[in-house]
């Protein structure tokens, strides 16, 4: 069974670094492209881009490009957003998703909730 | 970047009715569409990929159409269990782009 378990929910002040985190099991972990979708209270899908844990290429969307960084450790299945100065702007729901061929997501992790304060 | 565009943002409709959302695309983006529903405090579940294909354990009730620009996402017969939100999203290009959502409410 394919599982995304994601990290729990962050409470950060603005300014602050963080770095969340998702957990691939059951399947390839290195074949799939897995990626990262941002939620802001009340509003729609925002995809934020993608990595391929074989080689490590990654894909931003310009909204998040040098806003944030996608990562993954191998060794561990398991792939990272991070921030290096968080905005109250950046409060939101942030879901892990994975698929095949980087197209669309077949499967999702429960999400993980960040709240900024200023 | 490829704009995709639903409509309506809302529909409201009674149980056993048949439901049409609309996606739009900005530009052609061929056959690469996927449908996504989420329910409130869930995370999204995939629907249908290109275009058509419904992904594993989809009812049949759901079924996609469309090409180039204009997609439609056909639900037959509402049941309880589809009253939630519905997302499109290309993958013709990158990056990879959502529609805002379609709400599907009871009347």
């Known amino acids: 069974e394919v599982q995304l378990v994601q990290s729990g929910a962050e409470v950060k002040k603005a300014g602050e670094s963080l770095k969340i985190s998702c957990k691939g099991s059951g399947y390839p972990f290195t074949s799939y492209w897995i990626g990262w979708v941002r939620q802001m209270p009340g509003k729609d899908l925002e995809w934020m881009g993608t990595?391929?844990?074989?080689?490590?290429?990654?894909k931003y969307s310009p909204s998040f490009q040098g806003q944030v960084t996608i990562s993954v450790d191998k060794s561990i299945s398991a792939a990272y957003l991070q921030w290096n100065s968080l905005k109250a702007s950046d409060t939101a729901m942030y879901y892990c998703?994975?698929?095949?061929?980087?197209?669309?997501?077949?499967?999702w992790g429960q999400g993980t909730l960040v709240t900024v304060s200023s | 970047e490829i704009v995709m565009t639903q409509s309506p943002a809302t529909l409201s409709v009674y149980p056993g009715e048949r439901v049409t959302l609309s996606c739009r695309a900005s530009q052609s983006i061929g056959s690469n569409l996927a449908w996504y529903q989420q329910y409130p405090g869930q995370a999204p579940r995939l629907l249908i990929y290109?275009?058509?294909t419904r992904a594993t354990g989809i009812p049949a009730r759901f079924s996609g159409s469309g090409s180039g620009t204009d997609f439609t996402l056909t639900l037959s017969s509402l049941q309880s269990e589809d009253f939630a939100v519905y997302y499109c999203?290309?993958?013709?290009?990158?990056?990879?782009?959502f529609g805002q959502g379609t709400k599907v409410e009871i009347k």
């Open positions: 290109a275009v058509s």
């Open positions: 998703a994975t698929g095949a061929f980087g197209e669309y997501f077949d499967y």
């Open positions: 999203q290309q993958y013709n290009s990158w990056p990879r782009t």
């Open positions: 990595i391929f844990p074989s080689d490590g290429e990654t």
